[in-house]
């Protein structure tokens, strides 16, 4: 089983300054990793995903992530924000042979952008 | 948009009664997922298909029941709805993207559920 820790529920950050979603995972075998964008009102979008090779990767809307493998960990960044960054963010994992391919979600960050 | 649209997109219900939601989709995917969203515990798996007739439980199915009698359709069914079960909730397809690895979920629009 797999279980999955957003280590901050509310980032506030202003406008043009850089912020950093914070994920933790556990798991006992291979994973493949994602986020999750939620815009307010609507369903998931996929951002981005870690399933193998660089461990920097590239999604939408200039966000990245770098998976680590020794520290669990797959941090969102952008080195920029906008107003329309304003979202909840979910981090989620899926073991690399699960049944069903079944993600487990984190509990989710709200970013707030100010001006 | 992934094709998918989900029926109620908002219900207040009250406490007791049966209550079923309606997830369609038109690419033919064959895994079908609900979730439900709560603050604080992000999305988390009721049940989910695999193909028609072919169902399994995710972490919190206890009060949920679902069908898939064709393969656009997954439906989720409170039998008797408590106000625990008041929520968000998503269905999502499995999207096959080349080889088994490489597959992404879909959500739809979400219904919000209230139950009083």
């Known amino acids: 089983a797999q279980s999955v820790t957003q280590l901050d529920s509310q980032v506030p950050v202003f406008e043009e300054a850089p912020v950093e979603l914070r994920c933790n995972y556990s798991s006992s075998v291979s994973v493949y990793l994602f986020w999750y964008v939620q815009y307010p009102n609507q369903g998931l979008q996929l951002l981005l995903k870690y399933l193998s090779g660089s461990t920097l990767v590239k999604g939408i809307n200039g966000f990245e992530a770098e998976f680590n493998k020794s520290q669990t960990s797959f941090h969102l960044r952008k080195p920029s924000v906008h107003i329309s960054d304003t979202a909840e963010y979910f981090c989620a994992v899926r073991g690399a042979v699960a049944a069903g391919n079944k993600l487990t979600f984190g509990g989710g960050t709200r970013v707030l952008v100010k001006p | 948009d992934a094709g998918i649209t989900q029926s109620p997109r908002h219900k207040v219900t009250e406490t007791g009664t049966p209550v079923t939601l309606r997830c369609h989709q038109t690419?033919?995917?064959?895994?079908m997922y609900w979730y439900r969203q709560d603050p604080g515990h992000g999305l988390r798996l009721i049940h989910y298909?695999?193909?028609?007739?072919?169902?399994d439980k995710g972490e919190v199915s206890d009060g949920y029941s679902v069908s898939r009698s064709k393969t656009e359709d997954f439906l989720l069914t409170l039998e008797s709805a408590t106000s625990s079960q008041t929520s968000v909730y998503f269905c999502?397809?499995?999207?096959?993207?080349?080889?088994?690895?490489?597959?992404?979920?879909?959500f739809g629009p979400g219904t919000r559920l209230t139950v009083l």
């Open positions: 999502a397809i499995r999207v096959a993207m080349g080889t088994g690895a490489y597959n992404e979920q879909f």
């Open positions: 690419e033919n995917h064959r895994y």
């Open positions: 298909s695999y193909g028609v007739k072919d169902t």
